[in-house]
């Protein structure tokens, strides 16, 4: 059973820097794509960053790249997101997830990942 556990968030004010955790059990690490999405009230989840399974080249949303930066460590099959420069509207539930099936263009779709986190909350004030 796959299981991804999400930490790191919580309040902090713009401009400052939270590191998010995802802990995966259950897969084959290295054979899966692993990503991050956002959800903010009333807004539909987003695309934040993700790996593939075939490369070591991470893929980032324009909406964060140069602020947030995914990585990996495949000893401790986790992947983090470093988050820094908060914006206000970076404030969303942020969701780990998975999938060993994905083409590259499906991975901006929330649906066409198999397995997610329960979700940590990130506040960022003004």
């Known amino acids: 059973q796959v299981q991804l556990v999400e930490s790191g968030g919580g309040l902090v004010q713009a401009g400052g820097s939270l590191r998010l955790s995802c802990v995966a059990s259950?897969?084959?690490?290295?054979?899966?794509?692993m990503g991050w999405f956002r959800q903010a009230p009333g807004k539909e989840r987003e695309f934040v960053a993700a790996?593939?399974?075939?490369?070591?080249?991470?893929y980032t949303a324009d909406s964060v790249k140069g602020r947030f930066t995914i990585s990996r460590d495949k000893d401790k099959s986790t992947v983090y997101l470093q988050m820094d420069s908060l914006k206000s509207e970076d404030t969303a539930v942020y969701y780990c997830a998975a999938s060993s099936t994905l083409i590259l263009s499906s991975m901006y779709t929330a649906r066409s990942w198999s397995h997610w986190g329960q979700g940590t909350q990130v506040t960022v004030s003004s």
């Open positions: 259950g897969l084959a690490f290295s054979r899966y794509w």
């Open positions: 790996f593939s399974n075939r490369n070591s080249n991470p």
